[in-house]
């Protein structure tokens, strides 16, 4: 016991150990559903900021009297559920009652759920766990946790965000627009991941990471190839937005459809990448016809195709979904006839196409007429929205007023 206490002098306060915490976006929300009545799930891709969030939940608690374990840590020697709760009996006696607890990387520790259900459950403490696998909150786990969790997915810092962490203040109004689009261009470049933001070395972190995802949560955990896991992770970075053929992918990672099916799941469930399905104005609900699949960071396109120059418009788009999915929207795409639009929000009866430009009038058509289709299709309560690079007007469809807005302005001001 003593020798674990020792190991987590390098993970907590009361130790050696200062992280630098920055604020972000989502820190007030995780506050304000701290309770000691449920488990505070904090989900999403690794090196994506969870565990930093976490202790910045312990700092608004009490640091002296906290307790985090990393259960990535190969030096700790708590190896199921039974032993992290004798564990924190031990040292809740030797040493403190905790007042709030981090559980980091805790789908690595077998029986972990009971272990969290009793902590819930005695409310002696908050519970805060932290996953980099969608698997932490299967229906199965639910059960065992017995409902008693909040859960939030994490996602890459918001451009707000990215642009506070270079120490600037986005909303203030002697910011320039050509200052928030050198920044749009790093942020669109390097993506979202908090270290990478903050490091020289960015390309050589983002190939750290990806290997990470592949080797650690994909090849080490369930029952499939390097090759073709690999061919479809570089598909999928290449291609944001790409309507994803099953069969056309199987061929190219020599692997049947089936199997592409479940590779796709699998980098679902380590964050990797989200599925957008196509919508139906008729039932409200999703078609499972092809899907489009776009990164959950912008980061791994560069790294997998910097040297064919950038799909820019294709990584705009990756962006705002990841903005609406960080507001928790449901989100969509629609075609018909031949027509498209980029998102479909129902929540918000939104229709939504990015591109770079409409200045050249093929674009403007294309994109004009997908919503002018949708709305016909859907009705006329719903709204239409255009999100260029750097362009602000109206167009008018249908007798409604069409905004054309800037992508800075989207992702810092909202609609």
């Given at each position: 016991?003593e020798?674990?206490?020792d ?13 630098n ?15 000691k ?6 989900k999403g891709?690794?090196?994506?900021g969870?565990?930093?969030?976490g202790y ?24 199921n ?8 009996d ?5 040493y ?5 607890i981090?559980l ?11 272990a969290?259900?009793?902590l ?19 229906n ?6 017995a409902g ?9 810092i918001s451009?707000v965000d ?9 909303f203030?109004?002697s910011?320039?627009?050509?200052a ?7 942020y669109?470049?390097y993506g979202?991941?908090?270290l ?6 960015k ?6 990471y ?6 650690k ?6 029952d ?9 992770v ?14 056309r ?22 964050y990797?990448?989200h599925?957008?399905e ?10 499972y ?7 959950n ?6 790294l ?12 705009m ?8 999915k ?8 629609w ?7 980029d998102?479909?929000?129902p929540s918000?009866?939104?229709l ?5 430009s409409?200045s050249?009038q ?6 004009i ?7 016909g ?10 999100i260029?690079w ?7 469809i ?6 054309v807005?800037p992508?800075?302005d989207?992702l810092?001001?909202?609609i």
């Amino acid at each position: 016991m003593e020798k674990n206490v020792d190991v987590l002098r390098d993970w907590n306060f009361w130790g050696t150990f200062s992280p630098n915490i920055l604020i972000r976006e989502e820190c007030h929300t995780l506050k304000g559903s701290l309770s000691k009545d449920n488990a505070l799930f904090i989900k999403g891709m690794r090196r994506v900021g969870k565990s930093f969030l976490g202790y910045y939940l312990i700092s608004t608690i009490s640091k002296d009297k906290s307790l985090a374990i990393n259960f990535e840590d190969p030096r700790i020697e708590i190896n199921n559920g039974k032993e992290l709760l004798e564990f924190i009996d031990y040292f809740s006696y030797k040493y403190f009652v905790p007042e709030i607890i981090l559980l980091d990387e805790i789908q690595n520790l077998p029986g972990w759920e009971k272990a969290v259900r009793v902590l819930v459950d005695t409310k002696k403490c908050y519970t805060v766990v932290t996953g980099s696998s969608s698997k932490l909150l299967s229906n199965e786990m639910s059960t065992k946790v017995a409902g008693r969790h909040i859960d939030f997915t994490i996602y890459p810092i918001s451009y707000v965000d990215f642009i506070k962490f270079k120490g600037k203040d986005p909303f203030s109004m002697s910011m320039k627009t050509k200052a928030k689009i050198v920044y749009l261009e790093e942020y669109l470049k390097y993506g979202g991941i908090p270290l990478v933001v903050l490091s020289k070395n960015k390309m050589r972190l983002l190939l750290e990471y990806v290997n990470d995802i592949i080797i650690k949560d994909g090849l080490s955990k369930y029952d499939i190839k390097e090759l073709p896991l690999k061919k479809i992770v570089r598909i999928i970075a290449e291609n944001p937005g790409m309507e994803f053929s099953l069969r056309r992918v199987g061929r190219t990672a020599g692997i049947c459809k089936d199997s592409v099916e479940r590779y796709l799941d699998i980098l679902q469930k380590v964050y990797f990448c989200h599925s957008v399905e196509k919508f139906s104005p008729k039932t409200y609900e999703p078609i499972y016809t092809n899907r489009k699949v776009y990164l959950n960071d912008v980061g791994f396109h560069t790294l997998f195709y910097n040297e064919k120059g950038t799909k820019i418009g294709k990584v705009m788009e990756n962006i705002v979904l990841i903005h609406f999915k960080r507001k928790n929207n449901d989100v969509y795409y629609w075609n018909g006839s031949g027509k498209e639009v980029d998102f479909v929000i129902p929540s918000k009866k939104l229709l939504v196409q990015v591109c770079y430009s409409l200045s050249d009038q093929k674009t403007m058509e294309r994109e004009i007429k997908g919503l002018e289709s949708a709305i016909g299709a859907f009705g006329d309560d719903w709204h239409p929205l255009v999100i260029s690079w750097d362009e602000q007007s109206t167009v008018k469809i249908r007798n409604k007023k069409v905004k054309v807005i800037p992508l800075y302005d989207f992702l810092i001001n909202g609609i």
